[in-house]
């Protein structure tokens, strides 16, 4: 760890003890930060293997969140690592301080050595939406900043009941964010499809299944396939009969808040032109459901150069 | 005229004289009320005949709106005959006093010697909606009872703006409640269309020309053709570039309150099963709206007998 007061001579420290070993190869992008009083160390570990549910990308991204950190020492004590994003496309995440003091992030929405279908076109990977940090019972938690609200532009909100499927089709166009939430009766399976053909029911799937005790996002009838090797879902332990999902949706990316900020799900996915629905559906019983959305307008990119 | 204290015993006043000449060959639904301060007299005439866009359907519905009525001379002062709607399906209307006062208008859904596609089912006709009435500019103005709201179901709001057309599809399914807001820039065609088949297009028009300066319903492609010799379409003098249509439709009938009640279309329809969505189109240039509605649920019907 070094130290600067003017950003141009630095001291080393020593270097910076977070009591784990044989934590992969590599760890890039660190970024160290105290936030609610923790301090907490973020960092992309390469060399990490799959455990359960966790780890399923080629190369990671995670945190300590610690309880105590010694400048002295540089010793961190905190309660080990975690995933901050459990999507496919998610890597390389930095954050910024707002001048209200608020702790901002942005990640690289793409992951290094994976082929992605725009490859072809000349261009892969963008950036995700800057998403506040929190931290709530030993967790990061992310929200989409508020800021964001300034693009909304056509509004939907339906509130309804159902059995079985229902298609609520293209409400909101390619670029959009909503807010879902969804809630059963029974033991049942139940959730949302993105990028629906709603003549082949096709497209992202987000899915609660109450039997397996998993929430899980699948990609695999979406589109273009591509990154297979890695699998084709992402999945968490989830057991609750109702979920609110906020999701935002730019043309080849869904970045899924679960259960305001819990989880995140960010996933790029390249749909055929026909997938462009909303779906809902249970398998079992009556689910009630609200939605909310708005249409994103363009961002207008002011330059402050003269 | 007639008059009673105790709804037994009724001592003939003399001959109720509205100052008209060969206005019909007979009247009938007689309904006399005093409103906003203003003597009413409802009836429904028959034997008018179609002058311009009014007195289409077979037998009419209206008033005079007195400025002045003498109990002596039972002479009724007024601004002439008003068509009470303008729609297919109206006749016979009624008036009750709600107990804090209001005029609710009830009507049928329907008319004498025409024949209906249900008659083959065994019914034909129904009611429309109770209305409360009110005075406006010397015109009775009639809105859906308070009251409806109690019936309101699934939720659902949109707010958005397009060029051509756009299916919102089966939105608020057969029985449901909508307000719907239209604003267009250009001197053009604009509207709605109500059991719209996303496919063929055909469906209920409502439909503003503002280059024939009119407010149109056309049923001609609306499923089963019935009083077809009096026209498949009813109209008005329109010319404002937006308008707003608050509309219940319950199956086989829409009842069309344009511009907060001051003209209302009542109209039955017997659509085909694939016209089941809401559709919206602009001819030319930008069109915004915004549409909220409900699903309608059930009406609890209490018997009050022992």
């Not at 070993?21 to 390469?46: A, I, K, N, R, V």
């Not at 499927?165 to 969804?182: D, M, P, Q």
């Amino acid at each position: 760890m070094y130290q600067s007061e003017n950003l141009t001579d630095w001291v080393l420290l020593g270097e910076f003890n977070p009591q784990v070993q044989d934590f992969g190869f590599m760890w890039e992008c660190p970024d160290f930060f105290e936030l609610d009083g923790s301090p907490c160390f973020l960092f992309s570990p390469q060399g990490i293997e799959p455990t359960g549910d966790f780890y399923q990308n080629i190369y990671q991204t995670g945190y300590f969140l610690g309880t105590k950190f010694n400048y002295e020492t540089l010793r961190l004590e905190h309660n080990g690592f975690h995933e901050l994003d459990l999507g496919f496309d998610f890597y390389a995440a930095q954050t910024t301080i707002a001048p209200d003091g608020r702790r901002i992030l942005i990640a690289w929405m793409g992951l290094p050595e994976i082929k992605y279908p725009s490859d072809q076109d000349g261009w892969a990977h963008c950036l995700t939406i800057p998403r506040e940090l929190s931290v709530l019972e030993g967790q990061l938690i992310q929200r989409p900043i508020t800021e964001l609200t300034a693009l909304r532009g056509a509004h939907v909100k339906h509130q309804d009941s159902q059995y079985g499927r229902v298609h609520l089709g293209n409400l909101l166009g390619t670029s959009y964010e909503v807010k879902i939430k969804l809630r059963v009766e029974e033991k049942t399976k139940f959730g949302l499809c993105l990028f629906e053909d709603p003549i082949t029911n096709k497209g992202l799937y987000l899915e609660v299944d109450l039997n397996k005790g998993k929430f899980k996002v699948e990609r695999k009838d979406c589109g273009i396939p591509f990154a297979t090797e890695y699998g084709t879902s992402r999945q968490m332990k989830y057991n609750k009969k109702e979920i609110s999902l906020y999701i935002f949706v730019d043309t080849t990316s869904a970045e899924i808040f679960v259960n305001d900020g819990l989880a995140v799900f960010t996933t790029r996915v390249f749909p055929e032109k026909q997938q462009s629905g909303i779906g809902l559906f249970v398998e079992k019983g009556l689910m009630e459901y609200e939605l909310e959305g708005w249409k994103l307008n363009k961002m207008d990119i002011k330059s402050t150069e003269k």
